[in-house]
């Protein structure tokens, strides 16, 4: 079993940073994507920034280059530091991870969402 235990977040001011933090635990064989999601209320679910095991990343248009998503493989953790926050990054953060584990059975699991709210 896979679980993601998120951590971060908090209240900001506009311009203001926060760094989140995504641990995946249990029966780890491999992770091959990681990324982070956010949910503002009356919205859907919508990309954030993604990297794979390879080290490839892709980040939404409105948080590039405020946003930057970092992957520590060995530790299974991954990182979002976001930078020049604005009120509209206001939302419920998840980290979600894809891999196989020790049976070689694929999981796709969800962290527990971490709250991101910028305001003065």
């Known amino acids: 079993q896979v679980q993601l235990v998120e951590s971060g977040g908090g209240l900001v001011q506009p311009g203001g940073s926060l760094s989140l933090s995504c641990e995946a635990l249990g029966t780890i064989f491999s992770i091959n994507g990681m990324g982070w999601y956010r949910q503002a209320p009356g919205k859907e679910r919508e990309l954030v920034a993604r990297s794979t095991s390879g080290g490839s990343t892709n980040y939404a248009d409105s948080v590039k280059g405020r946003f930057t998503i970092h992957r520590e493989n060995a530790m299974n953790t991954m990182y979002l530091q976001m930078n020049s926050l604005k009120p509209e990054d206001t939302a419920v953060y998840y980290c979600?991870?894809?891999?196989?584990?020790?049976?070689?059975?694929?999981?796709?699991?969800w962290g527990q969402g971490t709250q991101v709210t910028v305001s003065s």
């Open positions: 979600n991870a894809v891999g196989y584990d020790i049976r070689y059975e694929v999981f796709d699991v």
